[in-house]
C-alpha cells in the first residue's frame, strides 16, 4: 500500500459535483462530520482513492444511495445520533432506511466488504460487569435498534457482501462528540464545574480516532468472508474517578469536581478480545489516549 496521499473525490472535498460517480478504493459516508472526516483523511493518506460522502453534497441516503461500480470497500459512517432534536421517526429514516439503500447499492456495485459504524448502544440495557458479543440484548432504545437492524440486514446479504460491523463505544479525539468523556474534557478545559457518578467505577468504553483510522486500513488489507460483529474498546482500564484526576492534572484545569456514589448505575467496561485476536485491535492504552486528549 502505497503512504504518498491519494486523492479525495466527491462529498465535502469534490472539485466537480458529477465526481462521485467515479470508482474508488472506498467510499465513506458521513465524511461531513468529525470522525467521518478525519477517517476520510487518514484513508486518503495511506494511498487509498477515497469518495467521501457528505448528506449536503450527495443528498440523502434514506432517499437514495449511489455506490459507483469498481468500488472495492464501503464505510457506512453516517448516522442520526441520539439527541434532544431526534426522534424514532427520523432515526428509523436515517439509520435503517439509509443502511438498506446503501447495502442494495453496494450490492449493484458488486463492492467487496463493507464496514459498518454500529454502536455498543445495541446491547441496550446492560446487566452484566462486562460486555462481550455475546452479551443479551435487552431493550435496546431507538438508535441502538437502528444499528441492530443494520447489522441484521448485513448478515442476510453476508454470502454476496462480506462486512464486519463494528460496535463502537464513546469516539474521542475528533473534535467535539456527543459523549460524557468528550463533554468532560471539554468542561475540564473551560474550569466549568465536573460531577460524575461511581468514581470508583473501571472504564475503557472509549476508542481514539487514531487507533479507530488505523484498524479501518489494517482491515482493508486483510481477507473477509461472511458478516462480522465484534465490540471496540480500550484494552485496560482506569477508573473513572482516577481518569478524571489525570485529565484535570494533566489540563491544567480550574474546574470544581465532584462525585457521587449511585449504585442503581452500574457501570461495566467491554471486552474486545474477538477483535484483538481475530482483526488486530491494537488501541493505545487508556493512560496514553487521556494524554492524547490533553495534549
Wanted: with cysteine.
Amino acid at each position: 500500500m502505497s503512504l504518498n496521499k491519494a486523492p479525495i473525490i466527491g462529498g465535502a472535498f469534490a472539485k466537480d459535483p458529477n465526481i462521485n460517480d467515479a470508482p474508488a478504493d472506498v467510499l465513506i459516508t458521513g465524511a461531513g462530520g468529525r470522525a467521518g472526516s478525519a477517517i476520510a483523511e487518514r484513508l486518503a493518506a495511506a494511498g487509498h482513492t477515497v469518495n467521501a460522502q457528505t448528506r449536503a453534497k450527495d443528498g440523502d441516503l434514506s432517499i437514495s444511495a449511489f455506490v459507483a461500480p469498481g468500488t472495492k470497500t464501503v464505510i457506512h459512517c453516517a448516522a442520526e445520533l441520539p439527541g434532544p432534536k431526534s426522534s424514532a421517526a427520523g432515526i428509523a429514516r436515517n439509520n435503517v432506511t439509509a443502511t438498506r439503500n446503501l447495502i442494495e447499492a453496494a450490492l449493484t456495485a458488486g463492492a467487496e466488504r463493507f464496514l459498518f459504524f454500529s454502536a455498543i448502544s445495541v446491547y441496550g440495557q446492560v446487566n452484566e460487569n462486562m460486555v462481550t458479543e455475546a452479551t443479551p440484548i435487552t431493550n435496546p432504545d431507538a438508535y441502538g435498534a437502528s444499528k441492530l437492524l443494520g447489522e441484521q440486514m448485513l448478515a442476510e446479504v453476508a454470502e454476496q457482501l462480506p462486512s464486519i460491523s463494528l460496535r463502537l463505544p464513546a469516539i474521542v479525539g475528533a473534535g467535539d462528540q456527543p459523549n460524557w468523556l468528550s463533554r468532560t474534557v471539554d468542561k475540564l478545559r473551560a474550569g466549568k464545574p465536573v460531577h460524575f457518578i461511581n468514581p470508583d467505577n473501571p472504564f475503557n468504553n472509549a476508542v481514539h480516532i487514531d487507533d479507530l483510522a488505523d484498524f479501518i486500513i489494517n482491515l482493508l488489507g486483510q481477507p473477509l468472508r461472511g458478516a462480522h460483529v465484534i465490540n471496540l474498546a480500550g484494552v485496560d482500564t482506569i477508573s473513572v474517578g482516577e481518569m478524571v484526576a489525570v485529565l484535570k492534572v494533566e489540563l491544567g484545569s480550574s474546574s470544581e469536581v465532584t462525585s457521587e456514589v449511585r449504585p442503581e448505575q452500574p457501570g461495566f467496561t467491554i471486552n474486545c478480545s474477538l477483535a484483538r485476536e481475530k482483526f488486530g485491535w491494537k488501541p493505545m492504552s487508556m493512560a496514553a489516549l487521556l494524554a492524547r486528549l490533553a495534549a
